[in-house]
Nanobody, 123 residues
Framework: VQLQASGGGLVQAGGSLRLSCAAS????????MGWFRQVPGKEREFVAA????????YYADSVKGRFTISRDNAKNTVYLQTNSLKPEDTAVYYC?????????????????WGQGTLVTVSS
């Protein structure tokens, strides 16, 4: 599976961005998908995850109520809608795919990673 993340950019605090992650391959619908983020000099952290069917999702406490993960298996794409952005949301956002169908915050289960898209939130 190859993943291509896009949709990052510069936005003011309180604004929104929709991140997309396009996947190659015909088995996308079997993969659990996740979004992670990383600030330079810090460890990568979990943001959100969604099951292969899209019926189950999981969020980090820091983004719960502001971010929404979704997927369109017909388009081989997973999305992260980010609302009410804060300066502390500034990071490179990565999408990841796991051959396990369930949604999970554990980085170790994700075998495939995209290249990342930068989100910068100004105050």
């Amino acid at each position: 599976v190859q993943l291509q993340a896009s949709g990052g950019g510069l936005v003011q605090a309180g604004g929104s961005l929709r991140l997309s992650c396009a996947a190659s391959g015909r088995t996308f619908s079997r993969y659990g998908m996740g979004w992670f983020r990383q600030v330079p000099g810090k460890e990568r952290e979990f943001v959100a995850a969604i099951s292969s069917s899209g019926t189950s999702s999981y969020y980090a406490d820091s983004v719960k109520g502001r971010f929404t993960i979704s997927r369109d298996n017909a388009k081989n794409t997973v999305y992260l809608q980010t609302n009410s952005l804060k300066p502390e949301d500034t990071a490179v956002y990565y999408c990841a795919a796991s051959p396990r169908a369930y949604s999970s915050p554990y980085e170790a289960i994700y075998d495939y990673w995209g290249q990342g898209t930068l989100v910068t939130v100004s105050s």
